[in-house]
């Protein structure tokens, strides 16, 4: 028996969001687009400056790590996966420009937040979307908080 498979049945088909299923029909095209990617963006690689490279591998980090809270302390079955998804996603997207131009850092703060809370934004509310019930409770508090800071950034 596939590993995938007996991990979508494991889980039982009702658990999982239709995200899920799309990506178990169609993992064969996945693997082919990861297959052909793999040589040109490790030629890339060399190309990417070692400061960007760290930052990078610390972000990385710093991702597996809140990945693995969430999936292994009990308490943490309550918090959304995506809830960090888009500040890391926004961190990911200004570290070529700090590793570039690290004088911009201090000038970038403003905009990599108001980035990070649209990133944010977006990927708690497809989760709402994804579970509405769950997710009433949650993004009702959240996005206040989310929106008065992106008001605040914008007026500085």
């Known amino acids: 028996m596939d590993g995938r498979q007996s991990h979508l049945q494991h889980f039982g088909a ?3 969001e239709e995200r899920h299923h799309f990506h178990h029909r ?3 095209a996945f693997i082919a687009g990861i297959t052909f990617t793999i040589i040109p ?3 890339l690689l060399s190309h990417i400056p070692v400061y960007a490279l760290r ?6 980090g710093l991702l597996a790590g809140y990945f693995d809270f969430i999936h292994t302390v009990t308490c943490a079955h ?3 996966k995506e809830l960090l998804s888009g500040p890391f996603f926004a961190a990911a997207v200004f570290i070529p420009t700090v590793a570039h131009r690290p004088d911009l850092q201090i000038t970038l703060v ?3 937040l108001l980035f990070a809370t649209l990133c944010c934004l977006n990927c708690l509310f497809i989760y709402r979307r994804e579970h509405e019930q769950q997710a009433a409770y949650f993004i ?3 996005t206040p908080l989310h929106i008065s800071l992106s008001v605040t950034l914008s007026r500085s």
């Open 110 to 112: 403003p905009s990599a």
């Open 14 to 16: 009702d658990s999982l």
């Open 140 to 142: 009702g508090r959240v």
């Open 78 to 80: 309550r918090l959304p």
């Open 26 to 28: 169609h993992r064969s």
């Open 55 to 60: 930052l990078y591998l610390i972000l990385g």
């Open 41 to 43: 963006l490790g030629m």
